[in-house]
């Protein structure tokens, strides 16, 4: 029952959703207020219709109603309670419920907490919101209706794809989600905005926070699937250049260049078209995200659909969302006019650097991953593009941010002196290099590792050159810093946070080439050193788990004084119901590094095949993400972003809009 | 030789036969004693396609077709080929579509292109747009009695 009323809600949502697609547009058309009104109770009730909906299919799969063909594909009543749970998205069907949840969830913050945006705006972005959900909601109700029944229901389910079985899928795909489907809201802003053909300082305003929460969702989510592949797949590798993978990076680049050009357009009035067209973009990359994985164009890891007909109407939905907003973009560009000018050496010129790099980055991982996909459907020839490719080209146009981070965080507005800002960021030159001499020195090993160490040092001392010079102004006492600091907007530190965080993501991927890797068959009591530790395979133990069985190969980890700092056991799980086997690494994180170690079913010997790995500084690589996402906390706590000021600045449009640097 | 032996070996085979075995990859057997060889074999692996599955380095993965490529890369590594030699030979049999750099010709220049392609187009807009944006900001200079008039209003504020 309670199943059927899920369905229900779902064919609520849907209507609802068309209704008011078309009702607050008219409103503001007719500049009718009533109208504009009806726009945020039915975001919020089309939020409690899907939430609703989803809630029926946890709890159908909570409770193993096999009557259900989505909960028989995906779930057995012997899984543990959280798989269950999150098993939910672990398929095509209930994942797109997801997105649609995501979709309207945001869509029902924008109706609490705008507030203070104009009526206008407001219900022409709810309204653009409401399309895109109503076209997903007709894609699940037509093709993937994850609430279909069974006429005669098994006694006993599938089980979930035992990859999917971690709790690193509990939280991967609902963040991945945050940050894909967050960005809709700036599309519908970019929609609205040219719908309105009101495009200035205030909307930028506006739309910030949410490109940042979508943003900070991206990193978190891109940085937690990385981190699952790396001890699920069992191979030590955090990054395949996997389509699945590429499809969450494109959003992500084209979401960090959004949220430097919106800083120029809100404070400057400028690059606005490129503003416009960049959030159009985000969005759009989103949806061929959505394509790939959804559509089972391309099968990988990830991909666990695969039907045409829904292949079809996702790229329907793809030609009429990216189609239309181009489609208007291209009418309403024209007119905008320019605002602010800039020298080439000033804040503005490297944000624009910035933005040409990542947009550039961008399109390499998209020929990247659709060139073969478009090769085979034209000519049929078959090629591959895979990590080497991606390293050539890709690696070098992302390095030059790397230099340009700390010189712009430092230039000012309309004209700089480099001169200027290269003495003021001596600190960070003399950390990088002298970093490098030092390795160079102690530790040797591959150049490419040396240089890059140094320059991620240089990011981070440098991330923080500006605040120190804003915090030091007038000589260092500790009173006079802690009450500049209170002074100083808080997205100043979250920039400076934001751009540490990817020089301590550079640092952990630099120390990727001092790594250790041994691929040996060992017997139990066999010893082999892992980097500066020796382990012990100490027994190779049967163990029966709630839907799989495995065999662990105990492993004590030691110290170079031979006490044991640690206890990895690697396993080899074999869930019976799908007859798949997958490895669980042992890892042991010691310091900022880890030993890690794999191994494969026992040979009749006694023996096992093991895979250990000693990765320096490999934790750096995630907590570089976690810093990056702690930056984007910081700014969106901003009090500018505050509801209240965004209003003032609105009242207070007369006197020109010029925002307290 | 015991039957007892035989009957565990069965055995064994037959659990090994009914679950794909996880974590594989490259194994211990495949290794070369070379050391040179074995990291010329690791590089050149890791550039090359398990054709049967989805995106992964023969390197990365654990489907048997991967493991005879492996040992056959090994094989001719040990008959003293050069890497390019491997490669051609490889591509001979499978096509392109087994390496994961796909190689600079007709069909490909579009995708090795496409970076540069816009970074160029993205360079020329800015410039563009520059040139443009100053010719609208060249204007004329303030005349006396439009100075007089300015510093008259932002005197009074």
């Known amino acids: 029952m309670i199943v059927e009323t899920g369905h229900y809600a779902l064919v609520l949502a849907l209507a609802l959703a068309l209704v008011n697609s078309v009702v607050p547009l008219w409103g503001s058309i007719a500049r009718d207020g009533r109208l504009m009104a009806v726009a945020p109770p039915a975001a919020l009730m089309g939020f409690a219709l899907v939430a609703y909906a989803y809630l029926a299919l946890t709890i159908a799969h909570v409770v193993s109603d096999f009557s259900l063909i989505n909960v028989v594909e995906n779930s057995h009543s012997a899984k543990p309670l959280i798989y269950k749970i999150t098993g939910v998205w672990g398929n095509h069907e209930g994942s797109m419920l997801l997105w649609v949840l995501v979709l309207s969830l945001f869509g029902a913050a924008v109706a609490l907490f705008s507030r203070s945006m104009p009526d206008d705006l407001r219900a022409n972005v709810l309204a653009v919101q409401s399309w895109i959900g109503a076209a997903f909601l007709l894609f699940i109700l037509l093709t993937s209706n994850p609430f279909a029944r069974l006429a005669e229901p098994p006694a006993e389910g599938n089980d979930l794809n035992p990859l999917l079985q971690d709790p690193g899928l509990a939280i991967h795909p609902p963040l991945l989600y945050l940050g894909y489907v967050g960005l809709s809201i700036t599309y519908s802003f970019a929609a609205a905005a040219l719908i309105a053909g009101r495009i200035d300082a205030v909307f930028a305003r506006l739309v910030r926070p949410w490109i940042l929460i979508a943003w900070i969702s991206l990193t978190l989510g891109i940085a937690m699937g990385s981190y699952w592949a790396y001890y699920t797949l069992g191979w030590g590798g955090f990054w395949f250049w996997d389509p699945v993978e590429n499809a969450s990076l494109m959003p992500w680049l084209a979401a960090t260049a959004l949220l430097h050009c919106t800083v120029v357009m809100e404070k400057r009035e400028a690059l606005k078209i490129w503003t416009i067209f960049l959030a159009i973009l985000a969005f759009s990359l989103s949806l061929v995200g959505t394509f790939l994985v959804r559509s089972g164009v391309l099968t990988s890891v990830h991909a666990f659909a695969s039907d045409p007909a829904r292949g079809v109407f996702i790229l329907l939905i793809l030609v009429i969302f990216i189609g239309g907003s181009f489609a208007l973009f291209a009418l309403r560009a024209s007119g905008l006019k320019q605002g602010g000018l800039f020298a080439p050496i000033s804040r503005e010129g490297t944000l624009v650097l910035n933005n040409l790099l990542l947009t550039a980055c961008c399109a390499t991982v998209f020929t990247g991953t659709l060139y073969p996909l478009a090769l085979e459907a034209l000519t049929g020839e078959k090629i591959s593009v895979g990590a080497p490719f991606f390293n050539l080209t890709f690696v070098p146009l992302f390095l030059p941010l790397f230099i340009l981070m700390p010189v712009g965080q430092l230039l000012p507005w309309k004209r700089g002196d480099l001169t200027g800002v290269l003495q003021r960021l001596w600190a960070a030159f003399a950390a990088g290099l002298v970093f490098m001499a030092v390795l160079a020195a102690w530790r040797g090993g591959p150049a490419v590792s040396v240089i890059l160490s140094g320059l991620a040092l240089y990011v981070i001392v440098g991330s923080f050159a500006d605040l120190w010079r804003r915090l030091t102004g007038s000589g260092v006492s500790v009173s006079g810093v802690s009450q500049r600091a209170r002074g100083l907007p808080r997205h100043a530190f979250g920039t400076a946070f934001a751009h540490a965080g990817i020089g301590v993501t550079l640092l952990g991927l630099a120390a990727t080439g001092w790594g250790t890797e041994k691929i040996i068959s060992m017997k139990p009591g066999d010893r082999v050193t892992a980097g500066p530790y020796e382990l012990t395979l100490e027994g190779v133990v049967p163990r029966q788990g709630p839907n799989y069985s495995e065999l662990v190969g105990r492993t004590a980890v030691r110290g170079a004084k031979g006490n044991t700092v640690a206890m990895i056991e690697p396993a080899s799980r074999f869930y019976p119901a799908r007859g798949m086997s997958r490895a669980e690494a042992g890892i042991a994180t010691l310091g900022l590094g880890q030993v890690y170690m794999s191994i494969a079913d026992p040979a009749p010997n006694g023996s096992v095949n093991a895979r250990i790995f000693w990765k320096p500084l490999v934790v750096l690589i995630w907590i570089g993400a976690l810093i990056m996402a702690f930056g984007g906390c910081l700014s969106l706590s901003d009090r500018s972003f505050r509801v209240g000021i965004a209003r003032r600045l609105r009242k207070a449009q007369a006197p020109s809009p010029q925002p307290a640097e | ?157």
Request: charge should be negative; charged fraction near 25%; include cysteine.
């Open chain 2, 1 to 157: 030789m015991n039957a007892m032996i035989c009957v565990r070996m069965l055995a064994l085979a037959a659990l090994f036969l009914l679950a794909p075995v996880a974590a594989r990859a490259v194994q211990p057997d495949e290794i070369m004693a070379d050391p040179k060889l074995e990291a010329r074999a690791r590089a050149l692996s890791a550039e090359l396609r398990c054709m049967v599955c989805q995106n992964e380095s023969i390197d990365e993965s654990n489907a048997d077709l991967a493991r005879d490529l492996r040992l056959l890369v090994r094989e001719r590594l040990q008959a003293g080929d050069s890497d390019d030699q491997i490669r051609a030979f490889l591509v001979q049999r499978y096509g392109d579509f087994i390496l994961l750099k796909p190689p600079f010709k007709l069909e490909t220049w579009l995708l090795w292109g496409a970076p540069f392609l816009v970074l160029l187009t993205g360079g020329c807009v800015i410039l563009f747009a520059r040139r443009r944006q100053q010719s609208f900001a060249v204007s004329a200079p303030l005349s006396e009695a439009e100075r007089a008039k300015l510093d008259a209003v932002l005197g009074e504020d």
